[in-house]
């Protein structure tokens, strides 16, 4: 595989950084996950939005052209690699290689660009029957909403949903539902589709958006407010949301059913939905 670094096209394997990179010294960085289909970019426009502001929000300067570069950069690895199937697109950018202080380094480090492609087998067989879940403290800073390379509390939450066999952990911050480890969670409640707002503690998904702008396009009722982890004893549906996963059901949390005990109607309904509003990029399976 062929990835990008620094203006250079390298070997995946001999792709490197020096140890003083702040992405390596402080996790100083951000990063996008997009996902690729036919060889063209889902959803390209927001993640190249989410990327840009939060390049701005951690005040790493990136120029616009270096943003467009990436994305160039992006469709050749995507041609190199012939990754003409299902794929990821791995862009992250940090501050840049400086002597170790905490504070920004000089102006004019040049920040650090990384550009990466990887083919990916979709998880259709866990769609099938239904995601497990767990739940655990939300234990992370107050700018989740920040897409950076500082991912210890999830990978940690992360690793204790495979430990007890699940494949996300929900994190609940205050009594409340924030979001998954990895993607945003919704619930069916009520009869009501419920995601936690847009706030600092939780990432603003990109599949988030489109399920939002799907699920109001069908007419179904919407409430971004949080819900509580005793809500999901009513609840008909719990579901997350992610470029790997796009719409997951979810059917047991912390070794209890959610609703039926298989995947509902409102996912199903859903993930038909978004896949059409990413076609032609993306087929369905
Ligand atoms: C913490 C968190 N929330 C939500 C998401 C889902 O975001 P997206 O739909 O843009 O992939 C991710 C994706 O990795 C994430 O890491």
């Not at 994305?71 to 050749?76: E, G, K, L, M």
């Not at 047991?252 to 509902?264: A, H, K, L």
């Not at 309904?269 to 076609?279: D, H, N, T």
Request: proline share 7%.
């Amino acid at each position: 595989m062929r990835s990008y670094l620094n203006g250079k096209f390298v070997d995946a394997d001999a792709a490197v950084v020096p140890v003083t990179d702040r992405g390596f010294m402080f996790g100083d960085g951000v990063y996008e996950v997009t996902r690729s289909a036919g060889g063209d970019l889902i959803e390209l426009t927001r993640h190249v939005r989410r990327l840009t502001r939060n390049l701005r929000e951690m005040a790493i300067s990136l120029r616009e052209s270096d943003v467009a570069t990436m994305v160039d950069v992006s469709r050749t690895l995507l041609r190199d690699n012939r990754l003409d199937g299902d794929a990821l697109v791995y862009w992250q950018v940090t501050r840049g290689a400086a002597p170790r202080v905490h504070q920004f380094p000089p102006v004019g480090t040049v920040p650090t660009v990384y550009v990466a492609t990887m083919p990916v087998t979709l998880p259709h067989a866990v769609r099938t029957r239904g995601a497990v879940a767990i739940t655990t403290p939300d234990i992370r800073w107050a700018r989740c909403d920040v897409k950076t390379v500082n991912l210890l509390p999830n990978t940690l939450a992360k690793q204790r949903a495979v430990e007890s066999g699940a494949d996300e952990a929900i994190f609940v911050r205050d009594g409340t539902i924030t979001e998954g480890a990895s993607s945003n969670v919704f619930a069916v409640l009520d009869g009501e589709l419920r995601t936690h707002p847009r706030s600092p503690y939780i990432l603003p998904g990109v599949t988030r958006d489109v399920v939002l702008e799907v699920a109001g396009e069908a007419g179904m009722s919407v409430r971004e407010e949080p819900f509580r982890p005793d809500d999901l004893a009513r609840a008909s549906e719990l579901f997350f949301t992610s470029t790997f996963n796009d719409v997951m059901p979810i059917v047991r949390v912390d070794g209890r059913t959610i609703g039926s005990g298989r995947p509902g109607p409102v996912a199903q309904q859903l993930y038909a939905a978004f896949l059409e509003r990413v076609s032609p990029v993306a087929a369905a399976p």
